[in-house]
């Protein structure tokens, strides 16, 4: 580690105007993917109504190579256009001590390199949270359209995400996410492996952060665009917003009450 990064400045115009452009392309190309898919879906879904007079949440899901493969992707996507706006000021930060080191003709390192360790995490969650569709489907608790088919199961998943906003792993892991600067200090390593290792880092302090949320996907209905830009919203203001412990409390016990919501549905259900 080096205190190096500590002696950067703001970042100029047009390096600032290339990493927003960078962040930019990547969401909305993730966005763009995640807008298909879910439309795709609502298509097949409005299609088996018409013309066979059921819905697809009665069939048996498909879960051949390619579909696992797609599925992937489109996790992989929706993981990027849900958590790349967050990150924005670590990019930015990182962006902004390359270019003082470029200055002084010192070892630098692309910022879209930082950024493929950050993706490479939300990647490996979306291997876990296909695998995790999987399960969730042969057992009954998600639909082929990945819709919940459980008020309980729902209320599980509010309840615990609004119990681990308030958990020490939470706070740590959201300090870390809204300081790059201590994250700089903490974490710098140079050269492009030290960059892929600092940007996996980061993203690791991400998942830990957002992973309470994450899984609410599968509480509701994972494509409904609704929800996932809800969640993008509560993703961003959390890291970005001033107020970090009230943003953190806030969500917290909004996620407990609709989980108590979904527990009552369910009972009046049954």
């Not at 209320?155 to 996410?177: D, I, M, N, T, V």
């Not at 600067?181 to 050269?191: A, M």
């Not at 998942?207 to 509480?219: E, N, Q, R, T």
């Amino acid at each position: 580690m080096t205190k190096d990064p500590a002696a950067a400045g703001p970042l100029p115009r047009f390096d600032r105007l290339v990493v927003v452009g960078l962040l930019f392309l990547v969401a909305a190309l993730a966005w763009g993917f995640t807008v298909h898919r879910a439309t795709v879906m609502d298509e097949m879904e409005a299609a088996m109504w018409r013309d066979m007079n059921m819905s697809m949440n009665g069939m048996e899901p498909s879960w051949t190579a390619i579909n696992a493969l797609l599925l992937l992707v489109m996790w992989s996507a929706m993981m990027a256009a849900m958590m790349v706006p967050g990150a924005s000021p670590m990019v930015s930060a990182f962006a902004t001590v390359n270019h003082r080191r470029r200055q002084r003709s010192a070892p630098h390192v692309s910022t879209a390199v930082f950024l493929l360790g950050y993706l490479l995490v939300w990647v490996a969650f979306s291997i876990v949270a296909t695998a995790l569709q999987w399960v969730l489907q042969a057992t009954g608790l998600l639909t082929t359209m990945m819709q919940s088919t459980s008020h309980f199961w729902s209320a599980a998943l509010f309840l615990a995400a609004g119990l681990y906003q308030f958990s020490p792993l939470k706070e740590r892991c959201l300090a870390y996410c809204r300081t790059p600067d201590s994250f700089i200090l903490s974490e710098w390593r140079d050269g492009p492996v030290g960059a892929v290792v600092m940007g996996w880092r980061h993203g690791l302090f991400c998942l830990g952060c957002c992973v309470g949320l994450m899984v609410l996907l599968f509480a509701v209905a994972v494509m409904d665009l609704l929800w996932v830009a809800a969640l993008t919203a509560l993703v961003t203001v959390e890291k970005l917003m001033p107020g970090a412990k009230f943003c953190r409390a806030a969500i917290g016990f909004g996620l407990l009450t609709a989980g108590l919501g979904f527990a009552v549905a369910g009972w009046r259900a049954g």
